[in-house]
């Protein structure tokens, strides 16, 4: 019978059936955020490997926007994908002069850089049209092996190295990466990751924890430092005793607990020239997130990026990123390491406990409980930015209105 | 061409042309029925065979309501599906202390009698949420080898054997079933089932049906007794001369014809504790039917039943059920008939010409005729009944609205 | 990220971002025309060859209505495919008694000339609904050994050889002919096939093309001759020069130019009854097109036909018509040519790229330039000419309205 089950349909039926289900019912404390089904505006998105790009268009979706980049004399180009001809995808044509794009149908060609329709090869040298249609483009930067895309509403975009995290701009450090397609709203896909209460009950049983033990809970708080704000640990319990239930514990005589952390809040500006590592862990809650929608975890001896990457409401890009902060032979220990074994225990079958959940999570209604304190502290973070952003294009004239 | 045929357009579209298509245009003579494309709420309806039912969740969809069944120390529980909590679907969890689901997810587990949220694995256990969500759960019960439940509004259940066909209750009957998910609504299989016109013309075609005529026409008449109405034969025509077409029969030299019955309405008392095959034939009639879509075929010396379960508007649970009303030694036969042809041919081939036209049924609009006498009386018994447990309910308070 | 693109979603998307897109935002200049997705109605369409059409129901879709053809006593008929009793395929059912269909669900008999229900068998011979039911049929005529429907409004059809190409009607010819179901609207196909512009660009890597030199561009007129218009190019240009970008040909030495030829535009009386090549060539200018949605591109030694038969407002029926006006033994060497050319070089490699464009061209909007005029001019002689035909039929009191 699962065959007929529809877990689209189940849900409003049953919410017309049963009334109010518990807890929130939207999201429309955060106008913002619940608008965001296709991500937000004004950043810079990876969407592609750099090595992937040449000089065939690539054509990739990314908030809801159908695109291709193409590279051209080594400088990688992106622009809107459809020919206003009659719509067909540029990304289907091909170079017919250095620079330009050429649509397969009729031979329109637009200049890469930008846009502009340059000729209508099958209307000839002299066709009236020439200049006067300009087709939309996007900037574009590539860092950490990757391309990015700027999605704005035509504000100029801020330097990228703004927005990616601080210890990757300006060190030197060595990057596995993997990106997937994934199904799911990217919001889920990122509340997913800085979630406090999953890790330690959904991926006890993932492999890369084989060996390390997780506690049971703990107690949380969230520190915001800059553009990033942090899960800290405070307190946690390795077993407990659930009244009228039993005991439950993560531990197993195979298992070991990770060495205790020390918080030094306020005492990193040392640190911060040495070792990117430790800066990034100055609060070893471990998890930190930022706009747009950037997951970083620091372990001891490497820190572990998530971009979560919207490609429309239903489906977004999981970016993986592994980082470790070496030089010259000391990388080589890294490629072992990621090669044999975090590409296919951690941003394989770890990382695909985290996907079946994007894919099923059905919210809102949503019933929060304590723990949901960094989904919530999230959220406000992704409001009180956009809110942010909103005011200031508005004093440049911009007015942006949500996409919903 | 067939692959771009579109059998949901194509009415729609030649509607609109030709007008007023011949007939019924819908079913607002029986508003209730016409409401219940998911179902008629308030009855029990199977959805698994018992032994399929162990100590893992399994998904069941039911009037359009997404439910999964458990078994716990050795009694099924039904529950709700969701967790409150993000939405994901519980029965992807497991149990984590005796008489609790804990959601995959998080670690939220119920009682799966009470429904009540008894911990919160991942807050410890003094989650402040514990005992402050229920979650809706349904009354079950197991007969005839499958597990029922019963989907209502609120009201208590009635006891399932005051629904089950009364013959299967009190005597011991051996027993053959299937359990298929069809497409197409539940109506269009109920009515197919009790629908006098189409097995003389359908089936004739049917292995199962190979040495047995069938008569080209006959009279009929609908005889309500109790909470069964029963189709009764009046006169068989065995072949028939149409104007300006032609003779056509379903006799054959290899086909014999059935022995002849005996209508005693009336006359049964007597029987029905003697042999519960020959109180279900008191109408020899041969087929009848109940709500909420129960079909019983008294055959000579067993009975067929098919229970017509509304998965959702698109979708419903073939069960067929055959019964043999012996015990011990005697049922051995019934193995070796039910195995070696029931289930292929009748189950199996026969009843996929009925899963064919329930699929490709498209009504209303639709144009009746003389034998289809059989439907109206069914759809006036459907909404009779529903029209006194509505009224029933609204007495105790509980207000039902169709559910469109 | 492939599998992620929605090519429906994204215009959509992009648009409500974008603003107005440049250009035609719709077709409402040409309202008959914009109405007509699913394809203009008054007309006779090639559904099938006659030589798959025989004494069972073949199911076949146009212009939105589900028909089933079938052969009778060597005519073939049309019909609604609907059993207006309970929605249920007639083309499921066969013939049960000479000149007739029989339903396969309850034996409904209708004849299939008339319509009309002459026995419900399974309620016998004196049934009261014989004769008070009507299905709907159509008109059928073979032609090019195809089978030809005419879907209109209740008028009389006007003679099939009124519509078909002239020169076919009255001279013999040897015919090769494919159909083939195609995604997209008929109107990408129809203006793909007439359009001036993308045959030179697309269509340059075609085998088909590959010792054919095409022209980069050249200069048209469109010419109206009766029910057709003419594209006749003027000034063809081989090469060209585009300013700031280089030098572009469709010259290459394995490349032979087509021979040049005469435009004797009102000269060409005398050719009509001797060579209907040269009839149809009278305007070189090579490719017209006529109602509704008939392409004729006379090549110097045959001519090609394309049928954009509408099958609803997202899928046609390609029909690719190649006719040689010979006879006898003459016929021999076409069988050849076609079979090991034509047929699998223009009907098909060549037609794909066609096929493929039609599936992705996505208008309005649009942004037409100077070689559109061709499609302008085709939209045009079907705006007035579906007008002429509502103001007709309105004088005969058939009030069409659009279909939309």
Redesign the interface.
Known sequence: ???????Q???A??R???GR???RQDWSTWPHYQAAA?GFRGYWYP??FSSHVGERPV???LL???IFVIRDRGVVRAM???C??????LS?GNK??PG?ISC??????FDLETGVL????????Q???CGK?TQ?TYRVEERLGMVWIFVGDGEEPHPIDEQLPEELVSNPAVIGAR?M?REGNWRFACENGYD???A???HRTALWRLFKAMP??NTTKIVKRGRWIYRVQEQQ?WD???????R?TGLAWYKTKPPKQTTNIGNTGSHRQVNPVIAAQEFPGFASVSMPGVLRIAYPTFIHYEFYVP??AD?H?YVGVIADFKKGLKTIPFYFKYLGAVRWLFHGQFSGQDKW?VE????P???????DDSLLQWRKLAESTTEDRVDALAERGIVVSD?D
């Open positions: 019978m699962s065959e007929t089950l529809d877990s349909a189940a849900p039926a049953r017309k059936r049963e289900l518990p807890g296709a969407v592609q054509r990739v979706k809801g926007e159908d809107a994908n459809r206003p001809h009659r719509g067909v995808p289907y017919q002069f330009t397969v149908y009729h031979g329109w060609t340059k000729a209508a090869i099958t209307d000839g040298p066709s009236p049209i249609v939309p990106i397609p406090e209460g999953h330690k009950y959904l049971v809970w319990f407990a005793e659930f009244p009228g239930l039993g439950w490609v429309d489906n890009l959940m099923v999570t059905d919210a209604p949503e019933k929060l409980y304590r723990p996409p």
